[in-house]
């Protein structure tokens, strides 16, 4: 579990994350929501270590970030995976490069252990036969199947998601959603994931965090989302017209 104790963080005098207190438990897909500028990825990368808060603490299964030696908190990012925006691979090195780099640089594992890692978390993410491809040569949806599989690759306990689904088709989408939805709940992995996709919001936010100009604004499941009342969350969710629809015929059920 990711505790968060009432953080703030502020570049010069632009205060953008303004006391947000919050937890992300085990074996669930947790979602930060909120429109652009909202505070989003600077919380992401508190989480991640990245940037330290100027105030309040995040504790990861009890172990308060700060006050953990330089070894302990690199140990501790050690146990953290990341998916990052637009999957990031290697473009020079194949699928199975891409997916070993973390087990070569951080551990002392032989080529043979790597190896069979590879080829265990490849098949996990349903890629068998993309060992020696490079990235160009595969497709949007596969290279986000090997980003996944770069970061669970050394069995972390934190995964954090930057808008996994950005620039793929709906259907490729919820596929990638599900397979990380899966593999948070197999593996027992306390994942973040930022997104602004409410496809995903209600296939897997099993927990939502929705953030307004650096607060924390609603906190909720993907069932409530879509009963709340609150206007900023309701503006946000329904601002597509396929919602608006979805609201409104939820609203002549009711009635
Ligand atoms: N390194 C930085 N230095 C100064 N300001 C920053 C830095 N990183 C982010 N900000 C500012 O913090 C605010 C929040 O940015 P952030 O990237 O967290 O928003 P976001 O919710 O992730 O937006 P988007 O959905 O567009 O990615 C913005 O006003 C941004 O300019």
């Known amino acids: 579990m990711i505790e968060v104790n009432d953080i703030y963080k502020s570049f010069g005098n632009s205060e953008v994350l303004k006391g947000i207190t919050t937890n992300f438990e085990k074996g669930k897909t947790n979602l930060i929501i909120g429109q652009s500028g909202s ?15 100027d105030k309040g603490t995040i504790s990861y299964d009890g172990k308060v970030y700060s006050k953990l030696s330089g070894d302990e908190q ?11 925006q637009g999957s990031a691979l290697f473009d020079s090195m194949t699928v199975e490069g891409n997916v070993m780099f973390p087990l070569d640089m951080f551990t002392k594992q032989s080529k043979s252990e790597m ?27 596969m290279q986000k199947r090997v980003a996944i599989a770069r970061a669970i690759v050394m069995n972390p306990k ?3 998601c930057d ?21 948070t709940e197999e593996y027992d992995i306390t994942t973040v994931i930022n997104t ?16 307004k100009n650096g607060h924390k604004e609603w906190e909720g499941t993907n069932r409530e989302i879509f009963k709340t009342d609150n206007e900023a969350v309701t503006d946000f969710v329904y601002s597509s017209e396929l919602f608006k629809k979805v609201r409104q015929m939820y609203v002549e ?3």
Request: hydrophobic share 40%; charged share 30%; glycine share 8%.
């Open 39 to 53: 505070g989003k990825t600077v919380f992401l990368k508190c989480l991640l270590g990245l940037f330290t808060p």
């Open 74 to 84: 690199r140990d501790l990012r050690q146990e953290m995976g990341m998916v990052f």
């Open 115 to 141: 190896k069979d890692r590879v080829d265990r978390v490849l098949k996990r993410v349903n890629l068998i036969d993309a060992h020696h491809k490079f990235p160009s040569e595969i497709s949007g949806g």
């Open 158 to 160: 934190y995964l954090f």
């Open 163 to 183: 808008e996994p689904n950005s620039g793929l088709d709906p259907k490729t989408a919820i596929m990638i959603d599900n397979l990380i939805m899966e593999i």
């Open 196 to 211: 602004h996709d409410m496809n995903s919001v209600m296939e897997i936010g099993k927990k939502i965090l929705f953030l």
């Open 253 to 255: 059920e009711r009635n």
